[in-house]
């Protein structure tokens, strides 16, 4: 019987669906009672003309108890709806004017609201897209009493495997890339290698064919899954694909298996093309490996346990390794994660300041819309004072109005759909692969239920206020005397005030919140990066595997790629670096220097670290302060050789010439010893916000220091227009290595602009959301100080009869608008230093209480709030003192 | 929601209509002439407050209806008890007689 109400509710519908059939019905069934009771009272001998009264004492009136049959099936709530309802579409439509400024407004608040709401449904709310997912949870090593977490040694995977209780499975992966060939054009693809774990972890079955056993991570034979997209666009959608050889960085690997295309793994913008077994090098299970984090460890949890727990448990298994091997895991410790955090804990704080701001917007519409609706219902007055006199009560034209402001606010929700909706195709292309997408943006079910709920609560609170108004006392006046001012007026107008207060303080909060981004982006843009990139042209080289399995990548490609290179016309410098900087970091060392005594274990400094060829400095016009740039001699033959930065030099030999001292990378028990032969420029490597870090520069000739296995960023310099070098670089690798490939070529200031590019999107929404407010709050004051000249038009007139002349009212008019803009803009300047501090973590330079932006804004905004009263003083000015006084 | 006794008024009304119909479908009519004669003439009740209650019925789940043809061939319409109705009314009923027996109570004591 639970489901009972729910059957009502249907069988209620059914008949306000069809209500004339309802009507009809009832009406046919009481027809039939009186006929049958006519019949019977003839059939007893009832003189004719006596029967329809006697019917009539019988039954009772029949439409009262039509309207109590109404009432039993629920009807007349309905119909009262559905009055109101056409009630307001009526007023609504004979005010266009009023109904397009309110739905566009409040479509414009909404329809912000709905565009960022589905950028957060989509990165912050839905579901990851595993069916594990609230298990899963990535784990990390990290550096005790630091902040930041590090991937993780394939020995301290192992070992975790081993002792940790609280996972299921622990998996680990490496996001890479690499080479198809063999049956088709090489092409370049996005690989995963993935231990046995990961895939049955993640619980995303193949569409086709099979994941990866144990037996596969043993390296018995080359097998390879490949996406979904890969297999349609490569293999064109051949189902015989599964159990074929394909080429893998020129060996042969069997395909086992097909994902299906809602399958990303790792999560990204990017999807992952091919996934292969990860098997461990060699190299990696090396006892000194132990120190050396580059692999990603994912893990699922056992049922019931918590992220805490797990936590806690993977702490204690580090502290017992931590005495096995005190040297290798000195001074560390892990953590877990879950897999969201991990995926999307870099923007959830700005996602939510961002729909923070929007939200503001929202209550700015919401205040204009009140304040258009209140004028407009002073307007109406007569009419609700005629209502009320012909018998309508209070509560009737309340509800009234409030039904009316409601299908305002979801018929500007709809508009706001539209907006909405254009909004989110223009954040798309801004964003790119700004976002880490756990799947579409698309206005879905939910952003849609959240939008019409929101609109409903809006419709409410920007219509109560309003809709009060024809219960304060004077309605009634209206009628008596029409010229009646009453307390009423006066109330609202206090209160239309202080919306406009609101909205100037929110819209000053928002002005300051772009001001202080965008005087942030200018001080980055003008930040000096270290690097002259003027003319350089950067690109990826992908580097098949071959040439790193063989350690040939230096001799075989990139020496000769080089020396090509640098022969071409309009070429003047050519190199190449392991990371690019700016956009790439990440390759750190521990080191010391010299014969001092070694700082305690695990608390060892850490340096940069870059593998560049010869030539890089100068094409990217970096200056070598003391000594000398890298050479091709500089090979494995004597003692390795580094070029280190200013910070390092400055730092570790104040006062000193580092020239000739020593490098100690390792630690305490086991260091390579590297000689100092140059000193270069600081350069912001890891963005232009980050301050220059410790560096060091090894040559791509040493093997024994060579970080730059795998691919590297080539970059030239040229001395004609950069483009114009691209086809003959990609010649002269075809030449070098027909297999190797040129990846997302561009210029270094593109580089630059492009790590720019998630500030700038923040700025683009802050800035816009700021804009529209201003231009709500401004549109908000002109009203009311419109609707105050309206008002006081006959008092104006008697003091100009009194005397007063045009510039006096015009002062008295405009001390109104400023006395609300002030107010505004006092409360807003708390609010927006509270909001600053929000907004600390992306003020690079600037700090949150930049003068510059917090006296600027207000200025603006006071000025703009000038002219917007500005227009009503001028027509208050104008009054002709004769017309005003005859007028009411 | 377990079946529970109405208000007191309305649901005497109630309690005689399904009483009614617990002898098989029937129309309004027929409804108002078997309670006519039952009572023999002593409940005065308008017959068009039966419209009201057997609508009510109906929302309620208590009854059903479908138009069916009446003894003289015509269009009418035939409400039924329905299986949640037939609880309503022994709950009705339980109700009603402990209520007559609470006033008799009162009234010989009294």
Not at chain 1, 235 to 242: E, F, L, N, W
Not at chain 1, 622 to 626: G, L, M, N, Y
Not at chain 1, 632 to 638: A, C, G, L, V
């Given at each position: 019987m639970v489901a009972y109400p729910l059957a009502r509710f249907f069988r209620r519908v059914r008949l306000l669906l069809d209500r004339r059939a309802f009507e009809r019905d009832l009406d046919e069934e009481m027809r039939f009672h009186m006929d049958m009771a006519t019949a019977r009272h003839l059939e007893r001998g009832v003189a004719p003309a006596a029967v329809r009264p006697l019917i009539t004492k019988e039954f009772g009136s029949m439409d009262r108890y039509k309207d109590e049959v109404r009432d039993a099936r629920g009807l007349t709530v309905s119909d009262d709806m559905a009055r109101d309802l056409r009630f307001a579409v009526r007023t609504l439509r004979r005010t266009p004017g009023f109904t397009v400024i309110a739905l566009l407004t409040f479509g414009l608040g909404i329809g912000a609201n709905a565009a960022i709401f589905s950028v957060v449904n989509a990165v912050l709310v839905r579901a990851l897209p595993y069916p594990n997912a609230p298990r899963i949870v990535r784990a990390y090593e990290q550096v005790k009493g630091q902040p930041g977490v590090s991937s993780v040694s394939v020995l301290n995977w192992q070992d975790w495997q081993r002792e940790?209780?609280?996972?299921?499975a622990l998996g680990s992966f490496v996001a890479s890339g690499a080479i198809l060939g063999g049956d088709a054009e090489p092409e370049r693809v996005r690989a995963t290698y993935v231990s046995a774990e990961v895939m049955p972890m993640l619980g995303v079955k193949p569409m086709l064919g099979r994941w990866f056993g144990d037996e596969d991570v043993k390296g018995k034979q080359n097998v390879v899954i490949v996406s979904e997209a890969l297999w349609r666009n490569r293999?064109?959608?051949?189902?015989?694909?599964?159990g074929r050889t394909i080429r893998v960085e020129g060996l042969p690997f069997t395909v086992v298996g097909i994902m299906p295309a809602?399958?990303?793994?790792?999560?990204?913008p990017l999807q992952t093309q091919v996934w292969l077994p990860f098997i461990p090098p060699d190299m990696a299970l090396d006892p000194r490996a132990r120190g050396w984090h580059w692999i990603s460890v994912i893990g699922l949890l056992k049922p019931g346990v918590t992220v805490q727990q797990a936590n806690a448990d993977l702490v204690r298994v580090v502290a017992r390794l931590e005495k096995e091997y005190p040297i290798a895991i000195a001074n560390r410790s892990a953590a877990v994660v879950p897999m969201r955090d991990d995926v999307v804990g870099r923007v959830r704080p700005t996602l939510l300041l961002l729909l923070g701001a929007v939200v503001l917007v929202l209550l700015i519409a919401c205040a204009n819309v009140a304040n258009l609706l209140i004028a407009r219902n002073a307007a109406r007055r007569k009419d609700a004072a005629v209502r009320v006199a012909l018998g309508a009560s209070r509560g009737q034209l309340v509800r009234q109005r409030l039904v009316e402001s409601v299908v305002l606010a979801l018929g500007g929700a709809l508009v706001g759909l539209g907006f909405a909706y254009a909004g989110l195709r223009v954040l798309a292309a801004l964003s790119g692969p700004m976002l880490p997408i756990v799947g579409p943006i698309a206005m879905d079910a939910r952003v849609l239920l959240v939008l019409g709920a929101a609109a409903v609560v809006c419709g409410l609170v920007f219509g109560i206020a309003p809709a009060m108004q024809w219960t304060r006392s004077g309605v009634r006046h209206e009628l008596a005397d029409l010229t009646v001012k009453t307390t009423a007026g006066t109330e609202m107008r206090r209160f239309r005030s202080a919306l406009v207060v609101t909205q100037i303080a929110l819209s000053l909060m928002l002005l300051v919140g772009a001001g202080l981004l965008m005087r942030a982006l200018v001080t980055l843009q003008s930040?000096?990066?270290?690097?002259?990139?003027?003319?350089v042209v950067t690109a990826r080289l992908a580097v098949p595997n071959r040439y790193t399995r063989d350690n040939t990548e230096t001799e075989q490609l990139l020496g000769p790629l080089l020396e090509r290179v640098r022969a071409i016309p309009g070429v003047r410098q050519a190199g190449v670096v392991s990371l690019l900087p700016i956009e790439e970091t990440g390759a750190t060392v521990s080191f010391w220097v010299d014969d001092r005594p070694w700082p305690k274990s695990g608390t060892e400094p850490f340096a940069e670290v870059r593998t560049v060829s010869p030539g890089y400095f100068a094409t990217m016009g970096?200056?070598?302060?003391?000594g000398r740039d890298l050479e091709?001699?500089?090979?494995?033959?004597?003692v390795t050789k580094v070029v280190v930065n200013e910070t390092l030099a400055r730092s570790f030999f104040p006062g000193e010439n580092p020239i000739g001292h020593r490098v100690l990378q390792g630690s305490a028990d086991r260091y390579f010893e590297w000689e100092i032969v140059g000193v270069s420029g600081d350069v912001r490597q890891s963005g232009l916000a980050e301050a220059p870090r410790v560096e060091i520069y090894t040559s791509y000739r040493d093997m024994r220091a060579n970080f730059a296995r795998g691919d590297v960023a080539l970059v030239v310099k040229t001395s004609i227009a950069d483009a114009a070098v691209v086809p003959d670089l990609r010649r002269a690798l075809k030449t070098v290595a027909p297999d190797a490939a040129l990846m997302n070529v561009r210029s270094m200031d593109e580089v630059i602009a492009q790590s720019l590019a998630s500030r700038k999107l923040i700025l683009v929404l802050f800035g816009s959301f700021a804009g529209i407010a201003l231009v709500l709050a401004a549109s908000g004051l002109y009203a009311v100080i419109y609707y105050l000249v309206a008002q006081r038009t006959r008092e104006i007139g008697i003091r100009m009869a009194l005397g007063a002349d045009r510039a006096r009212v015009l002062r008295l008019v405009l001390r109104q608008g400023a006395a609300l803009a002030l107010g505004g803009i006092a409360v807003g300047l708390v609010g927006a230093t509270m909001l600053s501090r929000l907004l600390a973590g992306l003020l690079y330079g600037v700090g949150t209480h930049d003068p510059l932006t917090f006296v600027t804004v207000p200025v603006i905004l006071g000025a703009v709030a000038l002219v917007a009263s500005l227009v009503p003083a001028w027509r208050a000015a104008r009054v002709d003192p004769v017309v005003a006084l005859k007028t009411d | 929601m377990p079946p529970q006794p109405n208000d007191r008024l309305q649901g005497t009304l109630d309690l005689l209509v399904l009483k009614t119909l617990a002898s098989g479908p029937m129309h309004g009519w027929s409804v108002a002439l078997r309670i006519q004669d039952v009572s023999r003439d002593a409940l005065l009740i308008n017959q068009g407050s039966l419209y009201p209650a057997l609508h009510r019925l109906e929302d309620n789940g208590f009854v059903s209806s479908e138009w069916g043809t009446s003894e003289n061939n015509r269009r009418a319409k035939y409400y039924r008890l329905t299986a949640r109705g037939r609880k309503q009314l022994e709950v009705e009923t339980q109700s009603w007689e402990r209520f007559a027996e609470a006033v008799s109570l009162v009234l010989r004591l009294a």
């Open positions: 940790v209780t609280v996972f299921e293999y064109g959608a051949d189902r015989g694909i599964v809602s399958f990303n793994f790792p999560l990204g930040t000096d990066s270290g690097l002259t990139t003027e003319r970096v200056p070598i302060k003391a091709e001699r500089d090979d494995s033959m004597s | -």
